[in-house]
């Protein structure tokens, strides 16, 4: 999105685990998210039976004045969380999927999901820091719109005037 309020760059952190399904060898998801790191993309991060972590790569993290009624959702949830959209890695090497976006607002994580199957969307938990920053964004910038009831005018015009019969009346 263009005309981002605040930025925070941050690195995301892959598991690879061996999986049970004989449809698929293992399974890919994001883990977590860090400050951003000098690590090249696919950097082996850890590994343990049947598991590895691996530097994904960096993204940015914009803030919208226009959604933080989707972060105050955000926030209510225990715990907070940021979500990720992993894209299909059309680069080759070790990493299957790639980080697309980083965001705090469910809204537009749930947009991804919902359009395309090979996209995947996970959320992982919010790290402190990123916390208080959207904490301070939503402080500066939620504005709370009032519920109001809409009211339907067609039934208003017809309480007052009655019908009209058509010209030449019923048969």
Sequence with gaps: ????EAVMPVSVVLER???????QDHTWE???????????????????EGIAQYHG???????HR????????NLSQTPPMVYVVLKKNE?????EFAPFLATIC???AMGYAETDSETLVDGVPMPPAVLAWVQE?????????????RKNKRHQDKDKQPPIAPEGGMS
């Design 106 to 108: 469910p809204y537009e």
């Design 137 to 149: 964004f939503v402080a500066t910038y939620y504005v709370e719109t009032p519920f109001i009831k």
């Design 91 to 95: 680069a080759g090497g070790d990493l």
């Design 57 to 63: 790569g960096a993204l940015d993290i914009e803030l």
């Design 30 to 48: 994001p883990i977590g998210i860090l400050p951003r790191s000098a690590l090249p993309v696919g950097a082996l991060m850890a590994e343990a």
């Design 1 to 4: 999105m263009a005309g981002a």
């Design 66 to 73: 226009g959604e933080t009624e989707g972060y105050l959702n």
């Design 17 to 23: 685990r061996a999986s049970n399904s004989q449809w």
